[in-house]
């Protein structure tokens, strides 16, 4: 199977612009969840998207935000980009349902796309 | 709330000697607890996990991890490490409800192997 894939690999923007990052699942993954890693805060989560829906949040200004479609590929969308946004932005998917969550449902991550904010 | 502490920012070993990378979390019930590795201007590669039942858990890459509830913790282990180990790794927990998949991580812990 092929693993998660992540587009693009780097970006390069300036303040202020707007920016979209993609990520394609796992085949038959139906969870999607976005993490922002940078050396001071390290891995921090930012949503996670099931079955079209967010089902979880975690602690970002609105600024960030997602979306997923019917073929569980999903995208996620900065902005009004700050310096501090400035990291690697990984994407893991999972099963999602819910005996996969009662079993743990392992997270796969994708390569990261690195964004660098001038 | 739920969280991961990684005590050593860097662990150094010999090649051919045992390794251990420490790993304490705090949840609430019981916990789903996962290390990944992630080597430079890479993604993070998924190593092993505890769900329940045994305390010790066999991974890849001859990895295994301790589950220790008394002690919350979940402490990565390795009998004989090798100069290919050399990476970052990173403990993560999540509660064991339905909630989804809200990953929390570790502040991450490098490990140089030397030769």
């Known amino acids: 199977k092929a693993g998660v894939t992540q587009t693009p690999r780097y970006l390069i923007k300036t303040r202020g612009q707007q920016v979209t990052l993609s990520c394609s699942p796992i085949s038959g993954h139906r969870s999607v969840s976005w993490y922002q890693q940078t050396p001071g805060q390290g891995l921090q989560f930012l949503f996670e998207?099931?079955?079209?829906?967010?089902?979880n949040k975690g602690n970002f200004p609105g600024r960030f935000s997602g979306r997923q479609f019917s073929n569980s590929r999903s995208e996620m969308n900065v902005s009004t980009l700050e310096l501090g946004d400035s990291a690697l932005y990984l994407c893991?998917?999972?099963?999602?349902?819910?005996?996969?969550?009662?079993?743990?449902?392992?997270?796969?991550f994708g390569p990261g796309t690195r964004l660098t904010v001038l | 709330a739920q969280s991961v502490a990684q005590p050593e920012d860097q662990v150094n070993v010999a090649e051919g000697n045992p390794l251990t990378v420490k790993c304490t979390y705090s949840?609430?019930?019981?916990?789903?607890l996962f290390w990944y590795v992630q080597y430079p201007n890479r993604g993070l590669q998924f190593l092993l996990k505890y769900i329940t039942g045994d305390n010790l858990v066999k991974g890849s890459y001859g990895f295994e991890a301790e589950f220790n509830k008394s002690q919350t913790s979940f402490h990565l282990k390795k009998p004989s490490a090798l100069v290919s180990d050399s990476a970052l790794y990173f403990c993560a927990v999540r509660a064991n409800n339905n909630a989804g998949n809200m990953l929390t991580f570790g502040g991450g812990t490098r490990l140089m192997v030397k030769p």
């Open positions: 949840v609430s019930g019981n916990p789903y």
């Open positions: 893991a998917s999972s099963l999602g349902g819910g005996l996969a969550t009662r079993r743990g449902d392992t997270q796969y």
């Open positions: 998207y099931f079955s079209e829906t967010q089902r």
